[in-house]
């Protein structure tokens, strides 16, 4: 049984880019049609996670293949942002997800309270900004899965994922990330011998997925940036003025990956190098009211 764990439509919203958000949407994509190319492209399972929003996944639930998901925009302790993929909520839980979302602890002992399953999303990437090391005890202490697998993040930032999920022995999941139609359902979570949705995630919890498809690449991600932006001007035609700083795209896509490349490597090497050499996950005090060390 197959499932894009991670995918956007029209329900993201607006762009979090300065200036661009006033003109530009995340997606362009509406979430009947987003079903149709997952299921096209073999997926069993369809759900969304769009950012804070569960109105794209709502949109499908009279398909009996779909479930509700969202990618939660997350405060953590130290300041910085993270994106957790929370999948197989409910519209009531929604809700009180985004009450909580920027108090980590409450939003943890909710999620884990009514064992709703969630993931660390590209965890060595900086597309939300800045990390501290105190974040990735957070990770290693109270995260059930991490993303090994985002079909818009390079081979290398996947690579380390997946080595970092190993060695803390949580559940790997993988999603395309994808923003475009020409993206989505190109890479996914696997669960052989899964029948339902039930039987999909108690494999899941139990470690019994895979990650499959793509990864990300410089093509990739300028294609489906040039995609968006022909969409943006399909929407409103003014928009067409700001046709020049297309040709900024493909000189933007490779700073973006420089930059990436720069942060995946840099906490790679801090957070593995020193896990080996303590052969334990990082430790958080007692004191910060979540409990010891599972």
Request: charged content about 25%; hydrophobic content about 35%.
């Amino acid at each position: 049984m197959k499932c894009d764990l991670h995918v956007h439509s029209w329900y993201s919203g607006p762009c979090d880019t300065p200036f661009l958000n006033r003109f530009c949407r995340e997606s362009y994509v509406d979430p009947e049609t987003l079903r149709d190319v997952l299921r096209g492209r073999g997926m069993n399972l369809v759900t969304i996670t769009d950012h804070d929003s569960i109105n794209g996944a709502l949109a499908l639930r009279r398909h009996a293949d779909s479930f509700l998901s969202e990618e939660v925009t997350c405060r953590m302790p130290s300041g910085t942002t993270i994106h957790m993929g929370v999948y197989d909520l409910s519209e009531h839980q929604h809700y009180h997800i985004q009450q909580r979302r920027n108090d980590l602890v409450a939003l943890l002992m909710y999620l884990t309270e009514r064992r709703i399953f969630f993931s660390i999303n590209h965890v060595f990437s900086g597309l939300t900004g800045r990390r501290e090391r105190e974040d990735f005890a957070w990770f290693a202490q109270y995260f059930p899965a991490i993303e090994t697998r985002n079909g818009q993040m390079l081979e290398g930032q996947n690579f380390h994922a997946e080595k970092l999920a190993r060695l803390w022995r949580r559940v790997e999941v993988g999603g395309s990330d994808a923003h475009t139609q020409s993206s989505s359902g190109k890479t996914y979570t696997e669960v052989p011998g899964a029948a339902s949705k039930e039987e999909f995630f108690a494999r899941l919890w139990a470690g019994r997925g895979r990650v499959a498809g793509e990864v990300g690449g410089y093509i990739k991600l300028t294609h489906d940036l040039l995609l968006i932006a022909r969409e943006a001007v399909r929407e409103n035609s003014w928009n067409a003025i700001l046709g020049p700083l297309a040709l900024a795209i493909p000189v933007a896509t490779l700073l973006n990956y420089a930059r990436e490349i720069v942060f995946g490597y840099r906490w790679a090497g801090r957070v593995i190098g020193e896990q080996r050499q303590r052969h334990r996950p990082f430790r958080i005090g007692a004191e910060q009211g979540l409990g010891e060390e599972a």
